[in-house]
C-alpha cells in the first residue's frame, strides 16, 4: 500500500506544487487548507496518515497549534510532522521543535530537498 501524505497550508499554489512532487514520488496525498480542515480530515480519511506537512501561518488553527493538537492524541502523536514556511528566524524553528515538529524547512524551498527530508521518516 502507498504511503499517505497530507498536506496542510492555505496557499493553493503551495499545496499544488507540493502535492504533484509527491505524487511524482508514488505517495497518495491528502490535502488541507488549515489546521482546523486537517484535523478533520486525519480523523475521517480511510488510510492512515503516514506524515504531514504543514505551513505555520493559517486561519483558524495554525501551524503550531495542529501540532501540538496532534502530539496530544495517541493515535497521532508519532506522526513525523515536516513544517514548510517562510518563518525563517530561530525562534519560530525552535518553537516549531518545541511543539513537536520532526523537521523545519523555509520556503521557498526545492522539491528534492522535501523528498529527501520525507525519505529520512519513510524509508
Known sequence: MEQTIMV????????????FSLRNKG??????????????KISSH??????I???????????YELIATLRKNSKY???????LSSEEEEADKQRGTVAGA???????????VLIREISKFLG
Open 77 to 83: 502523536k508519532d506522526i513525523p510532522i515536516i513544517i
Open 8 to 19: 496542510v497550508d492555505d496557499s493553493p499554489t503551495i499545496v499544488k506544487f507540493v502535492s
Open 53 to 63: 506537512i504543514t505551513d505555520l501561518n493559517m486561519p483558524n488553527v495554525d501551524g
Open 27 to 40: 505517495f497518495s496525498v491528502v490535502t488541507a487548507c488549515d489546521g482546523m480542515d486537517a484535523i478533520e
Open 102 to 112: 520532526s523537521a523545519y524547512l523555509v520556503k521557498p524551498f526545492k522539491s528534492a
Open 46 to 51: 480511510p488510510n492512515p496518515v503516514d506524515l
